[in-house]
């Protein structure tokens, strides 16, 4: 079985330039989470939804993060515009469950992203 | 307030070694689940458990094995004779009701040296 699908794995990019992370979760899954990892800051959740509609957004850091779940099986993380402390791994990760979040995720292999 | 402590940053062990990976986390909540979560230098993160906190039973799995008690607040992963591909960044989290967030721990190290 796929497990969730991230693109793209790398990506370098100059800051002020737009990022777009995608998510393709595993098939039947109803939650879909949004993660990044940094060395200062460990693991933090950015977003997650639940039936494609976003639960809890307030871990998005700023006005430039924007996620959108247009329909079950695809996801959009979106940078714009992109600076240098956006530097981290993306993880998507889903879930099946009801509304509440009960933490077995299988999670993507991650989105590097470097802002130069 | 929700936190989960990992006070080992780094251990490094040699190949047959028992290592244990501690873990300490605080909430208020009565209704909590535990995990532990396993990062090969890949990178992907892989589920490895899951403990809700009505269950106290410690739990084997292979060389695996978990020791939960709710009167320390604590939840240690044991790793029997490892093994080189045991290398990796363990994580221990968290989630309740209360947040309805999974509340990652910083992470152990852990190296397993031939």
């Known amino acids: 079985d796929a497990g969730v699908i991230q693109s793209p794995r790398h990506e370098v990019t100059e800051m002020g330039q737009e990022v777009t992370l995608r998510c393709k979760p595993i098939?039947?899954?109803?939650?879909l989470f949004w993660y990044r990892q940094t060395m200062m800051r460990g693991l933090e959740l950015l977003i997650y939804?639940?039936?494609?509609?976003?639960?809890?957004d307030s871990g998005m850091p700023e006005d430039r993060f924007s996620a959108k779940m247009p329909n079950a099986s695809f996801s959009t993380l979106k940078i714009q515009p992109s600076e240098p402390r956006d530097s981290a791994v993306y993880f998507c990760?889903?879930?099946?469950?009801?509304?509440?979040?009960?933490?077995?995720?299988?999670f993507g292999e991650g989105s590097r992203l470097t802002v130069l | 307030a929700q936190k989960v402590t990992q006070a080992q940053t780094e251990i490094s062990v040699v190949e047959k070694e028992d290592v244990t990976l501690d873990c300490v986390y605080e909430?208020?909540?009565?209704?909590?689940?535990l995990f532990w979560y396993k990062q090969p230098p890949s990178g992907e993160l892989v589920f490895l458990i899951r403990?809700?906190?009505?269950?106290?039973q410690n739990e084997i799995s292979g060389r695996y094995s978990w020791n939960f008690q709710k009167s320390t607040s604590s939840f240690n992963f044991t790793i029997t004779a490892s093994q080189v591909v045991d290398s990796a960044v363990y994580f221990c989290?968290?989630?309740?009701?209360?947040?309805?967030?999974?509340?990652f721990g910083t992470g152990t190290l852990l190296a397993v040296q031939p």
């Open positions: 403990r809700n906190s009505f269950d106290e």
């Open positions: 939804f639940n039936n494609n509609v976003p639960i809890d």
């Open positions: 990760a889903s879930s099946f469950g009801a509304k509440s979040n009960t933490g077995e995720l299988f």
């Open positions: 909430t208020r909540d009565t209704t909590y689940y």
């Open positions: 989290a968290l989630v309740t009701g209360a947040t309805n967030k999974l509340i």
């Open positions: 098939s039947g899954h109803n939650s």
